[in-house]
């Protein structure tokens, strides 16, 4: 690696462009450092927004293109429509999100929400506990989701 720039593995890796940067003694120079109770509200929000029973305004909280791999369906979703097509389902058993464990991960315009978490489904009755993660980048001055992965939580 002699003569490479330091920056080179961290371009590969997509951390070149990400909208701020903490310095040395944790500051941001640029953008939002993330609080653990801001963070803890987009998880609020979000659910919210499955209550509005819209996939519409469950998928806007979604940067564009961000990866999707949700809790009912074996298919990746990368775009909006893919996104909506997923809630337009999922929304219609009417689900309610219960965080049962959380761990917070924030820096500076970027943080992940990850932990467990239960669905009740008032059609149905059926509580679904499940394993998640979502990760958030702060995108002119809103947070939005760049990765979310649920996935059902084993019973072992």
Known sequence: MRGFPIWLPLATLGFIGAPAFANAQGECHVGHV???DEILGLFEQWNARLQSGDPGQVAALYMDGA???????ASPRLTRQAHMNYFRGFLADRPVGTLDE???FAGCGEATLAGLYTFRFASTGKAVPARFTFNYRRIDGEWLITHHHSSVLPTQ
């Not at 990866?67 to 369906?73: D, E, I």
């Open 102 to 104: 959380t761990h917070v």
């Open 34 to 36: 993330a609080r653990h």
């Open 67 to 73: 990866l999707l791999l949700p809790t009912l369906s």
